[in-house]
């Protein structure tokens, strides 16, 4: 299996990288195209993959392909290639707000499309990816793609009407849960920790609710009850959120976001 990544930037380094080393796919079985020397330089060094700048090359050789470029320059990609694509061909897409009827229509129709929404924790293998797939998709595909997507992280299918919610959620949630976690460092800071202590203080219990939620299956109700003890510190702070308007605001971001996500598809 080869695998062609059109576009090198950071997210698709970050799966690529998954992918190679986790043994998924071999180095020279995968290609980056992108036309910045530097980034094609610093995957072949690093990950040892082949590099070319040559989309048409890309295309010919590999019958995967994941469309990592800007959203604003896929379409113009797709219709470079479109006499190129053929039906064993798979795009995986990871452009926001690229619809599969927009991919398609650009794409033409014998290629079969994959939409996936990641979000910036691959970096980090931490990565929470949603993906739909198209009508004409094998289920083979849908494998795959879990598999690529998954050794960063976690991977869900979801149906594409479901997309704007999952793109305010995981992937603009990641500056939400950021922004937080920063009103809580600064109110730390506030009561007299040093900043970097009440930085680490705050990502690290961020990243242990988060896998013990996770790993235990409990309900984020049942856990804020397993922490507050009956007129202890939780409680008290618990009882000021309580009484703000946090939840409120919370929904409205993510209304925002995702209402903007829904403009974006129609653009």
């Given at each position: 299996?080869?695998?062609?990544?059109?576009g090198?930037?950071?997210?698709?380094?970050?799966?690529?990288?998954?992918?190679?080393q986790?043994?998924l796919?071999?180095?020279?079985?995968?290609?980056?195209?992108?036309?910045?020397?530097?980034?094609?330089?610093l995957?072949?060094?690093?990950?040892?993959?082949?590099?070319?700048d040559?989309?048409?090359?890309?295309v010919?050789?590999?019958?995967?392909?994941?469309l990592?470029?800007?959203?604003?320059?896929?379409?113009?990609?797709?219709?470079?290639v479109?006499?190129?694509?053929?039906?064993?061909?798979?795009?995986?897409s990871?452009a926001?707000?690229?619809?599969?009827?927009?991919?398609?229509?650009?794409?033409?129709?014998?290629?079969?499309?994959?939409?996936?929404?990641?979000n910036?924790?691959?970096?980090?293998?931490?990565g929470?990816?949603?993906?739909?797939?198209?009508?004409?998709?094998?289920?083979?595909?849908?494998?795959l793609?879990?598999?690529?997507?998954?050794?960063?992280?976690?991977?869900?299918?979801?149906?594409?009407k479901?997309?704007?919610?999952?793109?305010?959620l995981?992937?603009?949630?990641?500056?939400?849960?950021?922004?937080?976690?920063?009103?809580?460092?600064?109110?730390?800071?506030?009561?007299?920790?040093?900043?970097?202590?009440?930085?680490?203080?705050?990502?690290q219990?961020l990243?242990?609710?988060?896998?013990?939620?996770?790993?235990?299956?409990?309900?984020?109700?049942?856990?804020?009850?397993?922490?507050?003890?009956?007129?202890?510190t939780?409680?008290?702070?618990?009882?000021?959120?309580?009484?703000?308007?946090?939840?409120?605001?919370?929904?409205k971001?993510?209304?925002?976001?995702?209402?903007?996500?829904?403009?974006?598809?129609?653009?």
């Amino acid at each position: 299996m080869k695998i062609g990544f059109l576009g090198a930037g950071k997210m698709a380094e970050a799966i690529l990288a998954s992918a190679v080393q986790s043994g998924l796919c071999d180095p020279w079985d995968v290609m980056a195209c992108d036309k910045v020397e530097e980034r094609r330089t610093l995957m072949e060094k690093q990950y040892g993959v082949i590099v070319t700048d040559d989309v048409a090359q890309t295309v010919k050789s590999c019958k995967v392909l994941v469309l990592a470029v800007k959203p604003q320059d896929l379409d113009a990609l797709l219709g470079e290639v479109k006499k190129l694509l053929t039906d064993k061909h798979l795009l995986i897409s990871i452009a926001a707000g690229k619809t599969l009827a927009t991919l398609k229509k650009a794409a033409g129709p014998k290629p079969r499309i994959v939409r996936v929404m990641p979000n910036l924790a691959l970096m980090v293998q931490e990565g929470m990816s949603v993906f739909c797939a198209a009508k004409n998709a094998k289920p083979a595909d849908k494998k795959l793609v879990a598999q690529i997507f998954g050794s960063a992280g976690s991977v869900l299918e979801l149906g594409e009407k479901r997309f704007d919610a999952v793109t305010a959620l995981s992937g603009s949630g990641p500056a939400f849960f950021a922004y937080v976690m920063q009103a809580m460092v600064e109110g730390a800071v506030a009561l007299g920790l040093p900043k970097e202590a009440a930085r680490l203080l705050a990502e690290q219990t961020l990243i242990g609710t988060g896998i013990y939620l996770q790993h235990t299956g409990m309900e984020a109700g049942d856990f804020i009850q397993a922490v507050a003890s009956p007129k202890g510190t939780t409680a008290a702070g618990l009882a000021v959120l309580e009484k703000s308007s946090v939840k409120a605001a919370l929904g409205k971001t993510l209304a925002a976001a995702a209402a903007r996500s829904a403009e974006l598809s129609q653009a």
